[in-house]
């Protein structure tokens, strides 16, 4: 019984005496396999022997004087090792059985059996051999990923991947030949947009060859149309090709660019935060990238460090968000200080920044951590003249064998960090197995919950007026979702919705809510009155290609108009299905029905330049820059951005969340066309809003 390396299996055993550990391993070798063994009896002898090498397979004793094999499986899974775990006893007990799997062991075996535990010692070390060679292929092929996109951004020729006319990947230089600053900007482009008008019928027929499955053998001519600079002439070359699994069509355009230097400055400031001076969220997810494949391929340690500055939103409104910039930066100050050359810090994302700390055991990074936390409770912040004190929640979570996703460390991260959050901050909390049992039940929970509100119409609507500041005619309502709990107690969708997305259970919630709406719209056929309902969809609905079809069939069997309807979908993932959100929108103008893109503004760095791509009614202003408007100038110039943009493009602009009255005037100003928010009334499950009241 050889491991994957053809060396001797290295087995781990946990029994109270070293004669019957030495039976074990006697027993495998009469069978015909190499085994280098050691015994265990305590949880410090395991611990040690975890962190001295590594092992194939681990053989646990029910239960030996003060040592459980339930604690022996904790400590496993707190290693974030790979390791089987069989455990040997003396009955048969189902609920014992049971309660040891659901723990994380691997079988539970009567020790008396001993050709059942052969075969299971057999299967369990197959299937580990197999979990590390899958492992070491996806190591290889990201690693085989990464050198091709690397090689692709370091070119000097300009390469981008295209799939039907849109792109999916541009590298540096094909960004910088068309003017663009953030490949985020060119994924909301058409190619075709990029060709001068003269040859874009050929280019058009080219994009169908290659849509059919042809490649043209040709070099196509064309007259470049840059943003923000002259057309020029270049040369495209067409490949077939495939990126994260989907075939598309690569392009080349020849440049001439030579300055190495300008090169390595666009370089450096491209992976720098320029207001923290650390680096930025790109860089960091690209280095965590590579931190996986480090513990993958070497067996290193690596903990990762989610930081949120505690009531920074009350800072900002206190101090100006301009003048928050500041703290910002000293504590970006107070991260350099603890830590070491090896340790990497970004500024992730508003007031969130993550860290990277390699080769170093979890007491040693809990220290760190406790060290940035503490500095941060105890510095004074000087912010233009004004003292300003804060704190820090820190979530730590840590890359193993078994943790070998960036984005699931990521979201431990984040979820522990929420958790101190919610027990007023300024804390330190260590992602752990119960950590990730809890999430996953509560999730469990949730998910049942839902399905069960589903099968028994156990949801109920709310409407929310949505008022023109125009004096347009007819009544608007946003149609929003509760849940009802036990004793008729309302849930709200902040609840369960996570957990519903998580069991894809999202297209049929939005679909429920859209039939409900339909039955009561239904009800006002006949009357005077106009109503338009805006229903909200989830990404899952839009990339579900059967939805147009479906509400058609609604709409008929109810006998409603489709202007009724305003379906709107968030910008943030108006952004990631851009193809299906144009495809979704012009079928909605085909129904009739109008189409929103809620919480516009709401994405950092966003150019709006997707809303070219679609063909939206409505512009839903994000509420983050409504809540503070009449004092907030960025705000303002956000509002009006939005506005004018929405002006040139014929769309009309709604602001939600409107609370204060002092927004009013500024939104006024701006030509903003509807309003939304407690200002006028709190969501009600009665449509009662008085549309024709003057005030």
């Not at 040592?67 to 899974?77: C, G, K, R």
């Not at 070390?125 to 990464?146: C, G, P, T, V, W």
């Not at 979570?397 to 300024?426: F, P």
């Not at 709409?555 to 979908?569: M, N, P, T, V």
Request: aromatic share 6%.
């Amino acid at each position: 019984m050889e491991d994957e390396k053809g060396t001797t299996v290295k087995l781990l055993t946990v029994k109270e005496s070293s004669n019957d550990a030495e039976a074990l391993s006697s027993m495998m070798r009469n069978a015909g396999h190499a085994i280098r063994s050691t015994n265990v009896e305590d949880e410090e002898d395991l611990r040690e022997a975890l962190e001295q090498q590594t092992w194939d397979l681990v053989i646990s004793s029910l239960e030996i004087p003060n040592f459980t094999a339930l604690q022996v499986i904790d400590i496993i899974s707190q290693s974030g090792k790979d390791l089987p775990v069989i455990v040997l006893s003396n009955s048969d007990d189902p609920a014992t059985k049971v309660k040891l799997i659901t723990a994380g062991c691997r079988d539970v075996v009567n020790e008396s059996n001993s050709d059942l535990l052969l075969l299971v010692l057999t299967r369990e070390l197959a299937n580990l051999k197999e979990r590390r060679n899958l492992r070491q292929s996806q190591i290889l092929y990201n690693e085989s990923e990464k050198r091709n996109r690397a090689l692709m951004d370091s070119s000097r020729d300009a390469i981008a991947y295209i799939h039907e006319g849109m792109h999916i990947y541009s590298n540096t230089t094909y960004l910088e030949t068309f003017g663009f600053t953030d490949a985020e900007d060119i994924e909301a482009v058409p190619i075709m947009d990029l060709i001068g008008s003269d040859e874009q019928k050929n280019f058009k027929s080219i994009l169908q060859r290659l849509s059919k499955g042809d490649n043209p053998d040709a070099e196509f001519e064309f007259t470049a149309v840059p943003e923000g600079s002259e057309e020029f002439k270049a040369v495209m070359e067409f490949a077939p090709a495939s990126i994260d699994g989907e075939h598309c069509t690569q392009i080349i355009i020849r440049t001439k660019s030579d300055n190495k230097e300008l090169q390595k400055e666009i370089d450096a400031l491209r992976r720098q935060d320029l207001l923290t001076g650390l680096y930025n969220r790109q860089h960091f997810n690209d280095q965590l990238d590579n931190a996986v494949t480090a513990v993958a391929e070497k067996g290193l340690k690596c903990s990762l460090l989610y930081i949120e500055i505690d009531e920074f939103k009350a800072i900002a409104e206190n101090v100006g968000i301009a003048a928050s910039d500041f703290v910002l930066t000293d504590f970006a100050n107070i991260l350099r200080n603890h830590l070491g050359k090896s340790d990497l810090a970004a500024h992730f994302a508003g007031s969130i920044f993550t860290c990277l700390i390699p080769n170093k055991n979890i007491d040693e990074v809990k220290k760190i951590a406790e060290a940035i936390r503490q500095e941060t409770e105890n510095h004074i912040f000087d912010v233009e003249g004004q003292s300003v004190t804060c704190t820090s929640s820190i979530g730590v979570a840590q890359l193993s064998e078994t943790n070998l996703s960036a984005k699931r460390v990521l979201a431990q991260a984040d979820m522990v960090c929420k958790k101190i959050r919610s027990n007023n901050g300024n804390g330190i909390h260590i992602h752990s197995a119960e950590d990730e049992k809890a999430s996953f039940e509560r999730d469990k929970k949730w998910s049942e919950l839902v399905k069960r509100a589903l099968e028994k119409n156990e949801f109920k609507l709310a409407f929310q007026p949505i008022v023109s500041l125009q004096a347009e005619p007819g009544e608007r309502y946003e149609v929003l979702l509760r849940m009802i709990g036990e004793g008729g107690k309302e849930i709200m969708p902040g609840e369960f919705l996570g957990a519903a997305e998580q069991a894809g259970l999202m297209s049929e919630i939005d679909r429920w809510v859209a039939k409900q709406a339909v039955k009561i719209l239904a009800t006002k056929r006949g009357t005077d009155v106009q109503t338009k309902f805006f229903i909200k969809l989830s990404y899952d609905s839009i990339k579900d290609q059967t939805l147009l079809v479906w509400i058609s069939k609604l709409l008929k069997a109810a006998r409603i108009h489709g202007s009724s309807l305003c379906f709107e979908i968030s910008e943030a993932n108006a952004i990631s299905a851009l193809k299906e959100t144009k495809l979704f929108a012009n079928g909605l103008k085909q129904l009739h029905c109008e189409f929103a893109i809620d919480h516009v503004g709401s994405e950092e760095d966003s150019s709006f330049n997707y809303l070219k791509h679609l063909d939206a009614n409505y512009l839903k202003i994000d509420g983050s820059h409504i809540s503070d408007l009449a004092s907030n100038e960025q705000s303002q110039e956000i509002v009006k951005a939005i506005t004018e943009l929405a002006k040139a493009q014929k769309k009309q602009v709604i602001a939600e969340h409107v609370q204060d009255p002092s927004a009013l005037a500024v939104l006024w100003q701006n030509g903003v066309n509807f309003i939304q928010g407690f200002y006028l009334q709190q969501p009600e499950h009665e449509m009662t809003y008085d549309f024709t009241a003057e005030d």
